[in-house]
């Protein structure tokens, strides 16, 4: 997959692309990520990328003419369309299908969004998807963006190992379950017994029963959306 980011600050995304497990897949070939200056496509030597918003008001707009030239730009260099993309408070709010979606297309185009806003034509002419990564107000789309892409590019083949893919679909929208590791005491707090008796198919009604309790309790919305089994509802009977 080839991502390419549009914004006026490329220095907000070195370090997160730079660092981490991104980083592991841009070394092995998975994802190319591409940084851009939006205000390399300025022209004139304020190279302004903002302007005053007509009928009066506070803030700045980005101005069309720079992001039309960058977005028809890279469009035309590649050899595929890229997928556009503004990150924005005012686009549909990012989920995992989402991401799972984005994650099967060849190119994106991340466009961060900045001041009051963008002219309304560029979401017309040139957006395909308008995203919000959740209700509050970021000082850019670059953090955004950043997480849009976190989430995209681990959900490429080849990045997470099969097993680990197929836990998550399979737990579909439950929370984790509690997990612990080394000492089996610590500060006089016991892991759960089950946990260290080797018993495999306890260890997974135990873990499914937490998941249940855990998405019941705190996130009401995901649980009413679960696809619980028998053997589920008879998990959750034994609490009572
Ligand atoms: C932005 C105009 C973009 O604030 C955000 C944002 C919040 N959730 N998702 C994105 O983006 C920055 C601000 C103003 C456009």
């Not at 892991?191 to 937490?210: E, N, Y």
Request: aromatic letters at 6%.
């Amino acid at each position: 997959m080839k991502i390419e980011i549009l914004t006026i600050f490329p220095g907000m995304l070195e370090s997160p692309f730079r660092e981490s497990m991104i980083r592991r897949a841009m070394d092995r070939g998975l994802v190319e990520i591409e940084v851009i200056d939006l205000r390399s496509f300025t022209t004139g030597r304020h190279r302004q990328v903002d302007d005053a918003p007509y009928g009066g008001g506070r803030g700045m707009i980005f101005k069309p003419e720079p992001l039309f030239r960058a977005v028809e730009s890279l469009q035309e260099r590649g050899e595929s369309r890229a997928r556009v993309i503004l990150l924005t408070p005012q686009g549909r709010t990012f989920n995992q299908e989402m991401a799972r979606e984005l994650s099967r297309e060849k190119r994106l185009l991340l466009i961060c969004g900045r001041y009051e806003g963008v002219d309304e034509r560029v979401r017309e002419a040139l957006v395909d998807d308008e995203i919000s990564i959740g209700d509050y107000i970021l000082t850019g789309g670059e953090l955004a963006a950043a997480v849009v892409v976190d989430a995209v590019v681990r959900l490429l083949p080849g990045f997470l190992d099969e097993e680990s893919v197929t836990e998550e679909s399979f737990s579909g929208s439950l929370l984790e379950y509690p997990q612990y590791t080394r000492p089996p005491v610590f500060r006089g707090m016991a892991v759960p017994p089950v946990l260290l008796s080797g018993d495999h198919a306890a260890i997974a009604r135990w873990r499914r029963k937490q998941a249940l309790l855990r998405t019941r309790e705190r996130r009401p919305d995901l649980f009413a959306k679960a696809v619980l089994t028998p053997e589920d509802r008879r998990l959750l009977e034994e609490e009572l």
